[in-house]
């Protein structure tokens, strides 16, 4: 039996109904920006493994770094102990994220950064006794599908089945260029009418909606209104996080700083499965007590995993490379290019970038309905033509690792192209 039939007979994939999906398809090995499948076909990650691989698969510096930490202290548990790696983590990150962020805390996906940050939300006006319950979030935010996280995210078709079961949640419209008062009354309102505790956002990219961008001052602005009001302020860098943006962080081109950001995906370098959630020293005293019942309860069996640390240091060393840091330069740079000679194609709506993230959307004929159909097309295009692609409705991005060869970008771009000629 070939790898794919077997995985038919045991496995339930993410998003995925099986009664009508395509058969995925096993891969045996991957190194740089390559994948091969097991009849040896090779494909271009372009979206790096779902945005979480930005140094190349099969990586041997992190590689070495984790071997290394397997062979000296694999695991131990967090409650109680502590270790070197984990300690070594907070003081890089300290180095690198916005000044105010003085505490951190492990977990081990993207979701549970999020629920992390909006338990505490939540937890810190308990602990100060003040009514504040509403999470503030942007429409069609994508924030994870654990509860919290859930509740946050406004993707409704992955939710629907839970409303009613969730925390508080106000939406408002993202600031997109042109429409950033309407954004800013939103949040006004939305601080008026309910007893608002926090306020989550994905800076300046929202991934899973299509990689929708805004600008930072409309962030400013935003953070501004929370902070006047005492509405505590979480970045969800969990996509944008480690140089998507073209800095480190987003918030790295936003002046006001977040009272918490989470982190994830290119953290381990898309090794090893780990999350961070950080926050300012104000928010770590609100739990700080005598009161037993004002810590914060909640925590993972593989908190803080020391072989997830070392690959966390391994790829910090790599981001901070001047090569590395050239390779994001150079990705924008061709991504800009790119955009300027398809933008004006008569079948575009529109194209943007930031950072090593560029998005095309596409134009269809017929109604919003066909863009269930264009995706199903164009993502069996990109696949048969080696490149792996994941549209979302008829947007198009790249998310490539920063390793990718100019070469291999190149083959990327002349396969959108192919693909709006097609559709
Ligand atoms: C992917 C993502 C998450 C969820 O991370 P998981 O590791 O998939 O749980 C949360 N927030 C943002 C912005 C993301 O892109």
């Known amino acids: 039996m070939s790898l794919t039939e077997k ?16 058969t995925p398809i096993a891969i045996t090995r991957a190194e740089g920006a390559l994948l091969w499948d097991e009849n040896n076909k ?20 992190i590689a070495d770094a984790i071997y290394k930490q397997l062979t000296t202290l694999e695991h131990v548990l967090f409650g109680g102990f502590t270790h070197e790696p984990a300690i070594k983590v907070a003081e890089r990150l300290m180095e690198i994220l916005p000044k105010n962020q003085q505490k951190i805390f492990f977990s081990d996906n993207g979701s549970t950064a999020v629920e992390v940050a909006i338990k505490v939300v939540l937890q810190y006006f308990f602990n100060k006794n003040e009514k504040r319950t509403t999470i503030i979030a ?35 419209p993202v600031p997109i260029k042109g ?36 600008e930072p001052e409309a962030l400013e602005k935003l953070i501004k209104i929370c902070k006047e009001n005492q509405v505590l302020t979480i970045a969800d860098e969990v996509m944008t996080g480690f140089g998507k943006t073209g800095k480190t962080f987003a918030m790295d081109y936003v002046f006001e700083e977040p009272d918490m950001i989470c982190l994830s995906k290119a953290l381990t370098g898309g090794t090893i499965p780990m999350a961070i959630t950080t926050f300012t020293q104000d ?30 240091l391994a790829s910090i060393d790599l981001l901070q490379t001047p090569e590395m840091q050239q390779n994001i330069e150079r990705i924008n740079t061709s991504h800009l290019n790119f955009q300027k000679k398809i933008e004006n194609h008569p079948k575009i709506i529109t194209a943007r970038t930031l950072g090593v993230i560029f998005a095309v959307e596409i134009k269809s004929e017929s109604e919003e309905s066909y863009y269930g159909s264009m995706r199903t097309k164009l993502y069996n295009f990109f696949i ?37 000629e097609m559709v």
């Open 179 to 214: 429409q950033e008062q309407a954004s800013f009354d939103a949040l006004e309102n939305a601080i008026k009418k309910h007893n608002c505790a926090g306020f989550i956002f994905e800076p300046l990219v929202q991934g899973a909606a299509g990689m929708v961008m805004y």
């Open 42 to 61: 090779e494909y271009i990650d372009a979206i790096a493994s779902w945005w979480v691989n930005p140094f190349g698969h099969s990586n041997k510096f």
């Open 7 to 22: 995985d038919r007979q045991y496995l339930w994939h993410p998003y995925t109904q099986h009664k009508t999906s395509q």
């Open 384 to 420: 048969d033509k080696g490149v792996v692609l994941r549209p979302v409705g008829n947007i198009v991005y790249i998310l490539p690792p920063y390793i990718m060869t100019d070469e291999q970008l190149h083959k990327v771009y002349t396969t959108i192209e192919e693909a709006i």
């Open 283 to 312: 928010i770590f005293n609100a739990f700080y007590d005598d009161d037993i019942n004002k810590a914060l309860f909640h925590g993972h069996t593989f908190t803080a995993n020391p072989t997830g640390c070392a690959a966390v």
């Open 138 to 172: 942007f429409e069609n935010a994508f924030h994870g599908d654990t509860f919290a996280a859930m509740a946050a995210s406004g993707i409704s078709f992955y939710t629907q089945a839970f409303q009613g079961m969730f925390i508080d949640v106000v939406r408002i």
